[in-house]
């Protein structure tokens, strides 16, 4: 189900039209879009990405990467935030419109290790590819630590059997009061084998803490970018190197890194 | 009616049509073979090379801006060594023409990788690269400064035989002049014109997004001041010029090749659109079929 590919190739993208199947709001600002293969059907591996082409192009100009948060024989699907002009056309979409997406990219999630459990903890839109990723370890019982400010910001998924979801709010107003950190102090985390996706100090602190437990930790970054493919450079992030000016591509090597191979003191 | 003649000369050598791939857009070829029949494009003009390797600038590295795209990659590149061991044998299968880029902080950094590339079989000529605006040493400064401009590309002359293409900044009060200097110095062609320097700032932040603070500007927003950049260099100039800047569609490479160039490179707009340089070569060839042109050439001189 997952393969391992920070160690083998990637299977070359394609760019097709899609159809949406379904535009659903599944919190405050916040939507899951399912696409139909429409003939093109591909396996993306947790923590790889898609981009869309704008519909109104120069105006955004860049296509807009968005992880999958699904994939099965009838389509794909990703969770998005209306926060700019990219996402917002988003929210505009019905049943039926067409859509421009070039996928799969980047390098995903690899396995868990043997006797490992995975935590899974999410924030914001990093609960796309986290679900996607649950749901392919589901034999393994992850636990999916997810939080938001407040109820109303928690995304309403349909989580399989198998997956243990612990929500928390910053408010209580549903799950448990407080942050993922505070979630995860309440955790036993002697065995597991972190994957992590959502804010940069959010990706932090659960880097720090798999330091502190010399547990496996992986993170998906969030980088703007330009080709997706390599090609241009622009989307650089700082290795954990002595020299520091060494840089991955979010898009290629990434966007799924070990997290003691970044550099986190910025 | 007569076949319609797409071939470009430069220096006796041809292209086989008007349509390539901008510098810093496309790679070194390879990155966008799953997405675009890359051997059907007129030229691909790669990432900038330099003798020894370069990571480029500090994160964040773009800016999205109003029809454009602020970047500040700051040349990185592989280098010479990692080129000739590890780009060569992939560029080796690529039938298109490949134009290598070629950058550095001083002369003798471009003297070195010119000789190189004149001995280099796959490369089919070399686009000096005079006007980077992302790096604190060479780049915009020798393509900025007549003078500078014609003592690098003499030098130049000297070590290769390949056509050479000079690379022209916009951030200059009169392109005419670097122009005619890089023309008197024996370039073979110049292309019109690299990314203008531009800043885009974060309000939340009260300082500006890219860490250098300036960046270059590439994308639709620029194509107008590509396009009179284009025009001043070939009233100047009797080699060919080649047009570059926010090319998206047919109607724009036309506005270039109207304006005096012989061909066109397309950038920004293929991280959107990756097939957008095939789409516009058949743009071009659909008017030129219709309006009753058979060679680029007679494209020329209405204005």
């Known amino acids: 189900m997952i393969q391992n590919q920070h160690n083998s190739e990637h299977p070359p993208c394609i760019q097709r039209t899609g159809k949406i199947l379904a535009n659903r709001s599944i919190a405050r600002g916040c939507g899951e879009i399912r696409i139909g293969w429409n003939g093109a059907e591909i396996h993306p591996s947790p923590g790889q990405f898609l981009t869309l082409a704008p519909r109104r192009y120069p105006l955004p100009l860049l296509r807009r990467p968005y992880a999958y948060s699904s994939a099965d024989s009838s389509g794909f699907g990703f969770i998005y935030q209306i926060r700019g002009p990219g996402s917002a056309e988003l929210a505009e979409l019905r049943p039926g419109d067409e859509t421009d997406w070039l996928g799969p990219l980047g390098t995903g999630f690899p396995p868990p290790e043997p006797a490992s459990r995975p935590i899974l903890i999410a924030g914001g839109t990093g609960i796309g590819p986290i679900f996607y990723l649950a749901v392919a370890l589901k034999e393994h019982g992850p636990l999916v630590v997810t939080g938001a400010r407040e109820a109303n910001l928690l995304p309403r998924l349909h989580w399989p059997p198998g997956v243990h979801v612990l929500p928390c709010t910053e408010d209580g107003s549903a799950g448990i009061a407080g942050t993922v950190m505070d979630a995860l102090k309440e955790t036993d985390t002697s065995s597991a084998e972190f994957y992590t996706c959502g804010p940069a100090p959010m990706m932090e602190a659960v880097h720090k803490l798999a330091l502190e437990q010399n547990r496996p930790c992986w993170v998906s970054v969030e980088e703007i970018m330009a080709c997706g493919v390599g090609a241009c450079q622009g989307c650089a992030v700082s290795a954990a190197d002595d020299t520091g000016t060494t840089y991955q591509r979010a898009c290629l090597e990434g966007p799924v890194f070990n997290s003691r191979k970044l550099k986190w003191d910025r | ?303």
């Not at chain 2, 390797?53 to 970047?71: D, S």
């Not at chain 2, 560029?91 to 950094?109: C, E, H, K």
């Open chain 2, 1 to 303: 009616m007569g076949q319609i003649d797409l071939t470009v000369t430069i220096a006796g050598k041809t292209l086989p049509n008007p349509v390539g791939t901008a510098s810093g857009t496309f790679g070194f070829g390879e990155e966008y073979s799953p997405l675009i029949d890359i051997n059907a494009l007129g030229a691909i003009y790669t990432k900038a090379l330099t003798p020894e390797e370069r990571p480029g600038n500090t994160p964040p590295r773009l800016a999205e801006t109003t029809a454009g795209l602020i970047n500040s990659i700051g040349l990185a590149n592989p280098g010479l060594n990692k080129f000739l061991t590890e780009k060569v044998p992939i560029l080796q299968n690529i039938t298109a023409p490949i134009i290598v880029n070629v950058a550095g902080a001083t002369q003798s950094d471009y003297i070195k990788v010119c000789e190189a590339m004149e001995e280099c079989a796959p490369v089919w000529g070399v686009e000096l690269n005079v006007s980077c605006p992302n790096v604190d040493h060479g780049g915009m400064s020798f393509g900025t400064s007549p003078p500078l401009l014609a003592r690098l590309v003499a030098a130049v002359r000297k070590v290769i035989k390949k056509p050479l293409i000079v690379k022209l900044s916009p951030n200059v009060a009169d392109i005419s002049e670097p122009a005619r200097a890089a023309e008197d110095a024996g370039a073979d062609a110049l292309s019109c014109i690299n990314t203008l320097t531009a800043m885009k700032v974060d309000i939340h932040r009260r300082k500006p997004l890219i860490p250098r603070g300036t960046g270059g500007l590439s994308g639709p927003a620029i194509l107008p001041i590509g396009v009179a950049a284009v025009w001043r260099s070939a009233k100047a100039v009797k080699i060919p010029v080649i047009g570059v800047g926010g090319i998206s569609r047919p109607e724009d490479a036309l506005e270039y090749l109207l304006a005096g160039a012989c061909a066109v490179q397309t950038g920004t707009t293929l991280f959107t659109h990756p097939n957008t340089p095939l789409r516009v070569l058949s743009g071009i060839e659909q008017y030129m079929e219709q309006q009753g042109f058979q060679s680029i050439s007679e494209l020329h001189g209405f204005f």
